[in-house]
C-alpha cells in the first residue's frame, strides 16, 4: 500500500488513479500510523512552500515522515512537494523545508522568460538511475511552477533536468528520498512509465 499524504495541498484523486494504473494501491491520509504502515509515501503538492509546511505542522505529519525516511522508506515528492524536501525555499519570504536533500527553493531570474514554468518540456538524464529506466532524453512531462530547486550537490542528487532558462531539476535523489518536479500523474505514458519505475524500487 502507498500512501498519499492529504494535507490540503494537492488534487490527491489524480495521483490515486495514476498507481492504479500501475497496479499499487493507493491510500489517501493524513494518519500517521497509515503512513507507518505503508510500503512507501507519496507527498503530493499544489501551492505555495509556506503553506504546505503549516500543513504539514497542522496535521502533525513531519515526525511521522522524518521516522519513515530515516528508516529507508522510499518518499516520493511530487511538484511542491519536492521542493519541500529542500533545505528551505525563498518563495514570498525564506522558508525551512524537511531537509532531506541539501538545498534551496528559488526563484526563475530570467525576465524573458514565461513564469510559471508551465507545460511540456523534455527530460535531460544526468545519471542512469532504476527510477528513469526506459525513460529516453526526448521524452516530455508536464510542469507547472514558479520556483525551482538548486540542489547544493547537483551532480550527485539530480537525476534528470530539463532546460528552462537554466537546467532546472526535474528528478531529485537522495538515497531513498525522491523527488519530481512535473506531475507524473499528467505527464501521459512517460509518467505511466515513471510510476512503473517508482513501483520497481519497492520490491
Known amino acids: 500500500m502507498i500512501a498519499i499524504v492529504d494535507y490540503d495541498v494537492g488534487n490527491l484523486k489524480n495521483v490515486y488513479t495514476a498507481l ?27 501551492g505555495a512552500f509556506e503553506d504546505a509546511m503549516i500543513q504539514l505542522q497542522k496535521y502533525d505529519l513531519i515526525a511521522s515522515l522524518n521516522k519513515n525516511v530515516q528508516k529507508g522508506k522510499i518518499l516520493l ?15 514570498d519570504g525564506e522558508y525551512t ?38 525513460i529516453g532524453q526526448s521524452d516530455y512531462v508536464y510542469f507547472v511552477h514558479s ?14 533536468y530539463t532546460n528552462y532558462g537554466v537546467k532546472v ?6 538515497e531513498n528520498v525522491i523527488g519530481m518536479q512535473f506531475h507524473p500523474e499528467k505527464s501521459a505514458l512517460v509518467g505511466t512509465q515513471l510510476l512503473k519505475n517508482f513501483k520497481e524500487t519497492l520490491s
Open 77 to 91: 515528492g511530487i511538484c511542491l512537494g519536492m521542493q519541500v524536501l529542500f533545505d528551505k525555499s525563498y518563495e
Open 97 to 134: 523545508g524537511l531537509g532531506y536533500i541539501p538545498g534551496e527553493i528559488i526563484r526563475f531570474k530570467d525576465n524573458t522568460l514565461k513564469v510559471p514554468h508551465m507545460g511540456w518540456n523534455n527530460l535531460s538524464i544526468n545519471i542512469n538511475d532504476p527510477i528513469v529506466q526506459n
Open 147 to 160: 520556483y525551482y530547486a538548486n540542489p547544493t550537490n547537483f551532480e550527485e542528487n539530480v537525476i534528470a
Open 169 to 174: 531539476p526535474a528528478i531529485v535523489r537522495k
Open 20 to 46: 492504479s494504473d500501475v497496479d499499487l494501491e493507493g491510500k489517501i491520509t493524513r494518519n500517521p500510523k497509515v503512513l507507518d504502515d505503508a510500503d512507501a509515501i507519496i507527498l503530493p503538492g499544489v
